[in-house]
């Protein structure tokens, strides 16, 4: 019934953690065992157990997919001419020559400020085939497309949370599972 309410009663004793059974919390407590030999290769996450550093592993799924990375920030893409694009978003404003005549955003590719300039116009040119949604990005769209199918692709590796954005997952792990190793 907990897992309804939310109520989380068991707290660690060692960190914020809180957990809705007294089994959850054990099992989390084994997270601050000093005696981690299972190693990430791709990160400094270790675990005590190997079936908790293979779950791990699963959070850099999307890494292998996505080879190449920016060595300023975890951006990472697919294609290196993404980074290149990427590396960009990191230059001074004064290094950008295309600036927004309503607002201080400046940008090194033309292509971005028509975009931006959307905002300022009021104009969305990416309609739903289902309701009166408009968006000016793709991927606002495809976000709103799942919306009416249900689908929630992106779950938590701690608890049943699922989540249509990516960065709506991210924020409910930092919030409510940041204590739970993987």
């Known amino acids: 019934m907990r ?3 939310g109520e989380k009663p068991y707290s660690c004793t060692l960190c914020p953690y809180k957990a809705a059974t007294s089994s959850v919390l054990y099992r989390h407590t084994a997270s ?8 990430c290769d791709l990160c400094n996450y270790r675990a005590r157990h190997k079936v908790l550093l293979e779950k791990h592993m699963l ?9 190449f990375k920016c060595e300023l920030c975890p951006y990472r893409a697919k294609w290196q001419c993404l980074v290149k694009q990427h590396m960009y978003t990191h230059l001074p404003d004064s ?6 005549t309503e607002c201080s955003y400046k ?3 033309e292509k971005s400020l028509t975009r931006h300039m959307l905002t300022h116009s009021g104009d969305k040119p990416l309609k739903c085939d289902h309701c009166s949604y408009q968006a000016i ?3 606002n769209l495809r976000d709103h497309l799942l919306t009416h199918t249900g689908e929630k692709p992106y779950g938590c590796d701690y608890c049943s949370f699922r989540s249509i954005q990516k960065s709506h997952l991210a924020s409910h792990v930092m919030m409510y599972c940041k204590g739970v190793p993987n």
């Open 59 to 67: 959070t850099h799924k999307d890494d292998k997919n996505k080879p």
């Open 137 to 139: 990005k793709k991927h």
């Open 32 to 39: 601050h065992a000093e005696n981690k030999p299972f190693a």
């Open 3 to 5: 897992s309804h309410t």
């Open 95 to 100: 290094e950008k020559p295309f600036a927004c």
């Open 107 to 109: 940008t090194c590719l």
